[in-house]
Nanobody, 126 residues
Framework: QVQLVESGGGLVQPGGSLRLSCEASGLDFRNYPMAWFRQAPGKEREFVATITRTSSYTEYEDSVKGRFTISRVNARNTVYLQMNNLKAEDTAVYYC???????????????????WGQGTQVTVSS
């Protein structure tokens, strides 16, 4: 059974930091591109960041560039999202996702990801 489990969300003040983790099981993790998406109340799920299998390439949504960093440790079957200088507009449920194809390329498209975690809430508020 393939499973992604996120952790690390919480309540943080504006300007603060959080580190999200997503551990995979039942998946040949090292051979799948991974991504983070988020969904704010009343809005559609949107792309945040993606990373290739070997971490050779990363891509970010414009509003998080320079503040968020995606990384992975294949030996731990885990992908991370380091979030710095958080803003109120970053408040959302954050989801990690595994690409639908082994050896697939990086993608911003929701439909290119087949396996999703349950999500972790991030709230940025004073």
């Amino acid at each position: 059974q393939v499973q992604l489990v996120e952790s690390g969300g919480g309540l943080v003040q504006p300007g603060g930091s959080l580190r999200l983790s997503c551990e995979a099981s039942g998946l040949d993790f090292r051979n799948y591109p991974m991504a983070w998406f988020r969904q704010a109340p009343g809005k559609e799920r949107e792309f945040v960041a993606t990373i290739t299998r070997t971490s050779s390439y990363t891509e970010y949504e414009d509003s998080v560039k320079g503040r968020f960093t995606i990384s992975r440790v294949n030996a731990r079957n885990t992908v991370y999202l380091q979030m710095n200088n958080l803003k109120a507009e970053d408040t959302a449920v954050y989801y990690c996702a595994a690409h639908k194809r082994r050896y697939g390329g990086s993608s911003r498209q929701l439909d290119d990801y087949a396996t999703w975690g349950q999500g972790t809430q991030v709230t940025v508020s004073s």
